[in-house]
């Protein structure tokens, strides 16, 4: 008997969605399992992208797959509609799906405090804390590229090229190519300060380090300069940040998709 595991993001209208499915699936003879995905040959997630995204860093990105219902948001990963459930379970049973598999991206951020390892499946973002300008050595690869002034940079994979990507105007890309995009957030370009302004894009096995830089601060004070990392939206504030290197992961995540899943047709749909 094959387990799926039901997570839900707690919102008003999620519940009711939840209730539904996991009766529906019992019906159809499937073990079904709340908030417990180790094991699972299937897990359902219900919310947005940003409760699947949450899911993922709370679980700790399962090998299992996933299929997404979407309740009331763009849910660019989520592939069922609630009306969607009963033609889903048929379809599951008899095999008659396609999977769709993301990389995903990893950073290393060596820090006063120690190393901060992160996954991620949209991007990494690299910014100054607060308003203040913040200036990054980046290299790629081994090879300095220059010394970058603006808010920031954000490391995006082919998932994540349809959201904050896009907004800072970077490339939307077809999941389907590995590869990772540096897209620039308000780089400054003056007499002062040259900074890149458009995506860079990079083959799966070339990383970018970035170095913060702590112009005109003691060493102290370096050592106090605090640095933002946010992954699918989760942030931390670490301190004293000296090398920070990211790269495409050879960790994926599954998604189960209708046959007749087209990339394209989505992004026609949700973003065009
Ligand atoms: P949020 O601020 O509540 O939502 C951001 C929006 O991005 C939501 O509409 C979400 O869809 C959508 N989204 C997430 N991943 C996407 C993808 N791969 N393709 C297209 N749209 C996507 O934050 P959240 O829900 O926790 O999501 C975190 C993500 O927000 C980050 O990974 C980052 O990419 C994105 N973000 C975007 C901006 C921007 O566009 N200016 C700024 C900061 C962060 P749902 O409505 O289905 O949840």
Redesign the pocket.
């Known amino acids: 008997m094959r387990t799926i595991a039901v997570i839900e993001h707690k919102r008003p209208g999620s519940g009711k969605v939840a209730a539904d499915v996991k009766a529906k699936l019992a019906a159809a003879g499937f073990r079904v399992r709340e908030d417990e995905v180790a094991g699972a040959d299937l897990i359902v997630c219900i919310g ?4 699947f ?2 899911a993922l860093n709370r679980y700790d990105f399962p090998e299992a797959p996933f299929v997404g219902i ?1 309740t009331g ?6 592939e069922l509609d609630e009306a969607d459930i009963d033609l889903f379970i048929e379809k599951y049973k008899a095999g008659d799906y396609q999977r769709q598999e993301y990389r995903t991206v990893e950073g290393t951020c060596e820090h006063a405090g120690g190393v901060l390892r992160v996954q991620g499946l ?2 990494i973002v690299v910014r100054g804390e607060g308003s203040r300008l913040c200036h990054l050595d980046i290299y790629i690869g081994d090879r300095f590229i220059e010394n970058f002034s603006g808010d920031g940079i954000i490391v995006a994979t082919p ?2 090229s ?7 105007g970077g490339g939307i890309v077809d999941p389907r190519i590995p590869l990772l995009q540096v897209t620039p957030i308000a780089p400054v370009n003056s007499a002062a300060y040259r900074s890149f302004t458009s995506s860079i894009l990079l083959p799966p096995d070339l990383a970018v380090c970035v170095y913060p830089v702590s112009e005109g601060l003691t060493k102290a004070q370096a050592a106090r300069q605090k640095t933002r990392i946010a992954v ?2 989760i942030e931390s504030h670490l301190k004293g940040v000296t090398r920070i290197a990211i790269g495409l992961s050879e960790k994926t995540v599954t998604l189960l998709r209708f046959k007749d899943y087209y990339f394209w047709n989505t992004v026609k749909q ?2 065009l």
């Open positions: 947005g992208d940003g409760s995204l949450h979407n948001h763009l849910g660019f990963f989520q949209n991007e998932a994540g349809t959201a904050y990507n896009y907004a800072l699918d939206g949700k973003l």
